[in-house]
């Protein structure tokens, strides 16, 4: 079958040839339709990010396609479905694997692109949020990188909860884009942006931050952190090393948690993919939110996708197809 590889880290991505995988007792194996780029993807094709043991060392997390064949354990899908769900990996190729415990069927209103936009998305943002935030309706949310795909899936999820919500981004595109979506929004790029963050929101007003940012805003969190307020650890793309106030964490209660949804183990996704599917699943199937795919680049021209992503301009997901599609 074929599958983007690459030779080195940082080498492009091109298309070769490798064999097609085989399904266990408890796999599909799909036909890849289409595909969610993150920015997993761009780390472990620099060397930064390898698969964890046993996982396909091909690039892709979240796919969506048709299923070909299935394991003898499979009960729940047929030849034939159309199904989304997440990977640990190889999703950046015509064939792969996907556990049936980390599986949906694709509604028939949904098409494939916007199948690929849910999975890391969405399980990151209802999880992170809901089961180790404890997000409940009338709190207060702080968002960064919130024109993300996992950002929008979390602003998303909070407003259809009740939460006021708040983000940050860095253009003022992406500002009009999240003050659809329900969210108000501050321009990081802005000389005066903390400035004008405390003084619209206040110390001790926000109940959960959702950081993708880390140590640039460290001293930020600690102030505006409500009591018993809950820092929500994604990525640290503004730094790894926190200054922590121990007196602020002792007195306001603070929790501080961090979360990765491809390092849970297959058991601990299975539970993570129930919950959702339980909670908030049924938001997605009828209207309450909604996948959010920014554009969309054949197989071939994934370089540029991960260039485009890299760039942070995208506003929801980066999607690849083996379809010539782009817009």
Same mark, same amino acid.
């Given at each position: 079958m074929k599958a983007l590889l690459f030779s080195e880290p940082n080498d492009p991505l091109y298309v070769g040839e490798i064999p097609t995988p085989q399904p266990k007792s408890e796999d599909l194996l799909i036909r890849v339709e289409?595909?969610?780029?993150?920015?997993?993807?761009?780390?472990?094709?620099?060397?930064?990010?390898?698969?964890?043991?046993?996982?396909?060392?091909i690039l892709g997390l979240e796919v969506a396609g048709e299923v070909v064949a299935k394991g003898d354990a499979v009960t729940k899908f047929a030849v034939g479905d159309r199904v989304f769900g997440l990977?640990?990996?190889?999703?950046?190729? !015509?064939? #792969? &694997?996907?556990?049936?415990? %980390?599986?949906?069927?694709?509604?028939?209103?949904?098409? *494939?692109?916007?199948?690929?936009?849910?999975?890391?998305?969405?399980?990151?943002?209802?999880?992170?949020?809901?089961?180790?935030?404890?997000?409940?309706?009338?709190?207060?949310?702080?968002v960064h990188a919130a024109a993300s795909g996992v950002g929008l899936a979390a602003i998303q999820l909070a407003v259809v909860s009740g939460v006021h919500v708040y983000g940050t981004a860095g253009s003022d595109k992406k500002i009009k884009a999240l003050t659809t979506y329900g969210a108000t929004a501050f321009n990081y790029n802005d000389a005066h942006f903390l400035e004008k963050l405390l003084a619209q929101l206040g110390e001790k007003s926000i109940n959960v931050v959702l950081d993708f940012i880390g140590a640039k805003y460290a001293n930020l969190h600690?102030?505006?952190?409500?009591?018993?307020?809950?820092?929500?650890?994604?990525?640290?793309?503004?730094?790894? !090393?926190? #200054? &922590?106030?121990?007196?602020? %964490?002792?007195?306001?209660?603070?929790?501080?948690?961090? *979360?990765?949804l491809r390092l849970q183990s297959l058991e601990q996704k299975r539970k993570i993919k129930v919950r959702f599917e339980q909670n908030a699943l049924p938001w997605l199937l009828h209207g309450?939110?909604?996948?959010?795919?920014?554009?969309?680049?054949?197989?071939?021209?994934?370089?540029?996708?991960?260039?485009?992503?890299?760039?942070?301009?995208?506003?929801?997901?980066?999607?690849?197809?083996?379809?010539?599609?782009?817009?």
């Open positions: 289409a595909v969610g780029v993150n920015r997993a993807d761009l780390l472990q094709r620099k060397g930064h990010y390898p698969p964890p043991a046993g996982e396909s060392p990977v640990g990996g190889g999703a950046y190729a !015509e064939y #792969a &694997l996907l556990d049936a415990g %980390l599986a949906f069927h694709l509604p028939e209103h949904f098409s *494939f692109i916007e199948g690929a936009a849910i999975s890391e998305a969405f399980l990151t943002a209802y999880e992170s949020l809901f089961t180790l935030g404890q997000l409940k309706k009338g709190e207060s949310l702080l600690q102030k505006i952190l409500s009591i018993d307020g809950r820092w929500l650890l994604l990525a640290a793309m503004g730094g790894r !090393e926190l #200054a &922590l106030d121990a007196l602020t %964490l002792v007195t306001k209660r603070l929790q501080v948690r961090g *979360f990765n309450g939110i909604k996948p959010i795919v920014d554009s969309i680049y054949s197989m071939t021209e994934a370089n540029a996708a991960h260039d485009y992503m890299a760039s942070n301009q995208n506003i929801g997901k980066i999607i690849l197809t083996w379809k010539d599609l782009k817009k």
